[in-house]
């Protein structure tokens, strides 16, 4: 089964509005990164988090790490007609001797409308 | 800026053919990955690659096989193409890190239609 779950699956909001996605695990995470992809194109690294860090910060994106709810919840603010797009989190397993294996959710894909 | 170049953006091939998926990275990353994302499964990983000449299968690596004999160049086979096989397929590379303490850089994949 999926190591990570995005929600909602699916979200539209109005520029200049916040947008608020969430990302549930399973099991012991090393970190936990989140990826967007613009429609047919590849996946665009944004954000990693450590399993010992909280909150990270870059430009208008927030993200928080709950290691205890096993959750982490991206955060888009004043979101832009151009931050429409898929998002995923992807999960690196605290365990195992693979190296770089993240494992990814299926994403909640956003529609901001101008 | 890293740069992740797959050969094709799309592909059309007939059931049986031999598939090469090519993928190029400029940045001296040692991993590399094929993964294929098909609607309402998300991202799936088919093999990875830590070295040159080495290669771990993913979670799903049946019906393929890939290739690293340069340190930038990570090809994926598809011995013999089945319409199950039609899907985006994405690289990626990054560098050595432990469980995953890279991020990804990922090229604009390849569409590829098994007909």
């Known amino acids: 089964s999926q190591q990570g779950e995005e929600d909602p699956q699916a979200l539209s909001i109005q520029e200049g509005e916040n947008a608020t996605m969430n990302c549930s695990y399973k099991t012991s995470i090393n970190n936990l990164q989140w990826y967007r992809q613009n429609s047919g194109r590849g996946l665009v690294h944004l954000i990693l988090?450590?399993?010992?860090?909280r909150e990270k910060h870059s430009g208008r994106l927030r993200v928080t790490l709950d290691t205890s709810k096993k959750s982490s919840s991206l955060l888009i603010t004043a979101s832009r007609a151009a931050d429409t797009a898929s998002y995923f989190c992807a999960t690196a397993l605290n365990y195992g001797g693979s190296q770089g294996n993240l494992i990814f959710g299926k994403g909640t894909k956003l529609s901001v409308k101008p | 800026d890293v740069k992740v170049t797959q050969s094709s953006r799309y592909l059309v091939k007939r059931t049986g053919e031999k598939v090469f998926l090519e993928c190029v990275q400029d940045?001296?990353?040692?991993?590399m990955f094929w993964y294929r994302q098909d609607p309402g499964l998300g991202l799936r990983l088919i093999y990875f690659s830590y070295d040159v000449k080495m290669k771990e299968k993913g979670d799903i690596p049946e019906g393929y096989s890939v290739s690293r004999e340069k340190k930038e160049r990570f090809s994926l086979i598809l011995e013999s193409a089945s319409t199950n096989q039609t899907s985006m397929y994405l690289c990626a590379s990054s560098n050595r890190g432990l469980r995953g303490s890279s991020p990804l850089h990922f090229g604009n994949g390849t569409r590829l239609t098994v007909t």
């Open positions: 940045m001296d990353h040692e991993n």
């Open positions: 988090i450590r399993s010992n860090e």
